[in-house]
Nanobody, 125 residues
């Protein structure tokens, strides 16, 4: 599967952005989908994930209550709505797909099989 993330940009603190990740292939609905981010000089970190049917979601503590992940399997797309953005949210955001839908908590890089190229999010103070 190929993943293409979009929707990044420059926003002031307190603002909002909506990221999208479009996937190729007819098996999108059978993947767990996740978002990760990597800030300069830091390791890639988990942000959020959603189960293959969208019934379960997982969030890093740093984004709980501010970010919302959703998916539209008919459109082969996963979304990340980001509200109340902070300067520390500045990073390149990557979407990823995991084939193993039995992963209990899909929060680790190694659990994902496919990665998009990323989209830059910059939050100014």
């Amino acid at each position: 599967v190929q993943l293409q993330a979009s929707g990044g940009g420059l926003v002031q603190a307190g603002g909002s952005l909506r990221l999208s990740c479009a996937a190729s292939g007819r098996t999108f609905s059978s993947y767990v989908m996740g978002w990760f981010r990597q800030a300069p000089g830091k390791e890639r970190e988990f942000v959020t994930a959603i189960s293959w049917r969208g019934r379960s979601t997982y969030y890093a503590d740093s984004v709980k209550g501010r970010f919302t992940i959703s998916r539209d399997n008919a459109k082969n797309t996963v979304y990340l709505q980001m509200n109340s953005l902070k300067p520390e949210d500045t990073a390149v955001y990557y979407c990823a797909a995991a084939r193993d839908i039995t992963i209990a908590t899909p929060t680790k890089n190694k659990e994902y099989d496919y990665w998009g190229h990323g989209t830059q999010v910059t939050v100014s103070s």
